[in-house]
Nanobody, 126 residues
Framework: QLQLVESGGGLVQPGGSLRLSCAASGFSLDYYAIGWFRQAPGKEREGVSCISSSGTTTNYADSVKGRFTISRDYAKNTVYLQMNSLKPEDTAVYYC???????????????????WGQGTQVTVSA
């Protein structure tokens, strides 16, 4: 089981920004595609974005395109999710996941990913 740790969540006003981090514990992320998912209260977990192991392919849910950017820093063994122009509907627990696929046309399903972090809360509210 790969151990992933998310950080960077918090409370932000609408229109604000946050950067989430996904760090690996005890292994290298270099060989894994990484996905970000979120789950709001009473809703199913949904895919937000993913990035391939090479970093050359990214994928975004329509709801976040143009606002969120996924990236990875191999030297820091970390994947980031930069979230700009945040909306109240972005409020959720955000999870990163590994051991799954990522391609441009891929529809992200939580069941495709085998390793998960514990999640970080993002709340967008005035």
């Amino acid at each position: 089981q790969l151990q992933l740790v998310e950080s960077g969540g918090g409370l932000v006003q609408p229109g604000g920004s946050l950067r989430l981090s996904c760090a690996a514990s005890g292994f290298s992320l270099d060989y894994y595609a990484i996905g970000w998912f979120r789950q709001a209260p009473g809703k199913e977990r949904e895919g937000v974005s993913c990035i391939s192991s090479s970093g050359t392919t990214t994928n975004y849910a329509d709801s976040v395109k143009g606002r969120f950017t996924i990236s990875r820093d191999y030297a820091k063994n970390t994947v980031y999710l930069q979230m700009n122009s945040l909306k109240p509907e972005d409020t959720a627990v955000y999870y990163c996941a590994a051991n799954g696929p990522c391609s441009y046309y891929y529809t992200m399903f939580p069941s495709d990913f085998g390793s998960w972090g514990q999640g970080t809360q993002v709340t967008v509210s005035a």
